[in-house]
């Protein structure tokens, strides 16, 4: 269903990105990675896409918070690859801290990143959907995005935010047969949470364990296979924030 299609991965080069990248490429997606600064890395995920599983794969350095960049990169993908089928919206930093002492800065960085960046490219690659008359749209939030979390306005206002982005744009796209849902994943074993190992939350995650990258991977695929879903927000957090 998937063999064939291109899919752009925000973020690809690494944690829950790459684990998306190497599960789409397993199911025959060629993949157009986004990375921020990290070239080698970027280019090994493409190589194990291309080795292990025969698709093209390409990397691009683009910083997703600006939008002229995002422009060029979009255009630059198409170019490559003919078209883009599938978005995942996954590139996401934290800058924490209590809202009351936060600086101005970890606030527009975290918003601009993880909430302009998902707007950037969705805005940057509908008008390939709407010609095409297909396009499904994944946008990597978090559950603190629909629980809140101290510590963490800007993250999880960022991620609300995404959810009424994914939400909004379903409701636009949906009769043009461009879907658009979010995943929101708990604690999931990357980089990002390496600092979290003895966070007490995670003694009251209902399933007893972290996530690991392909447990958010395996609800990617299927939200990109899954033709009557969209506006959905997925939770994958092990039961956390039922
Ligand atoms: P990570 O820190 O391992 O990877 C983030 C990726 O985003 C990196 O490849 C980084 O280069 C890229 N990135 C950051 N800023 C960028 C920019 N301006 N332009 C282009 N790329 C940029 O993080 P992880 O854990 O893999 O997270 C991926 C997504 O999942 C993020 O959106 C994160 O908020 C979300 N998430 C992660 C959770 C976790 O427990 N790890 C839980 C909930 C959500």
Do not use: W
């Not at 095409?132 to 559950?143: D, K, L, T, W, Y």
């Not at 609300?160 to 379903?170: D, M, N, P």
């Not at 990002?192 to 447990?215: V, W, Y």
């Amino acid at each position: 269903m998937l063999k064939g299609k291109t899919a752009i991965i925000t973020g690809g080069s690494r944690g829950i990105g790459e684990a998306i990248a190497c599960e789409f490429a397993s199911l025959g997606v060629n993949i157009a990675v986004i990375y921020a600064g990290n070239k080698q890395d970027a280019e090994k995920v493409c190589q194990k896409c291309e080795k292990n599983y025969g698709v093209k794969a390409k990397a691009y350095q683009c910083d997703v918070s600006i939008f002229e960049t995002v422009k060029e990169t979009v255009a630059n993908i198409r170019d490559e690859f003919g078209t883009i089928h599938i978005l995942v919206n996954n590139a996401g930093i934290t800058s924490d801290g209590l809202c009351a002492m936060m600086k101005e800065d970890a606030f527009d960085k975290v918003i601009s990143t993880n909430l302009k960046g998902a707007f950037n490219f969705i805005r940057h690659c509908t008008g390939m959907f709407l010609k095409n008359r297909e396009g499904c749209i994944i946008n990597i939030a978090s559950v603190v995005g629909l629980t809140g979390n101290a510590g963490q306005s800007n993250y999880a206002a960022s991620k609300a935010g995404l959810i009424g982005l994914t939400k909004s744009v379903a409701k636009e796209l949906a009769s043009r047969g461009i879907r658009c849902n979010a995943i929101a994943p708990g604690f999931i074993r990357t980089d990002m949470t390496e600092s979290q190992a003895d966070n007490p939350l995670l003694a009251a995650i209902p399933l007893g364990r972290m996530g690991e990258t392909a447990d958010v991977a395996k609800a990617a695929a299927y939200l990109a296979t899954a033709q009557y879903v969209t506006g959905e927000v997925l939770r994958v957090d092990g039961g956390i924030a039922m």
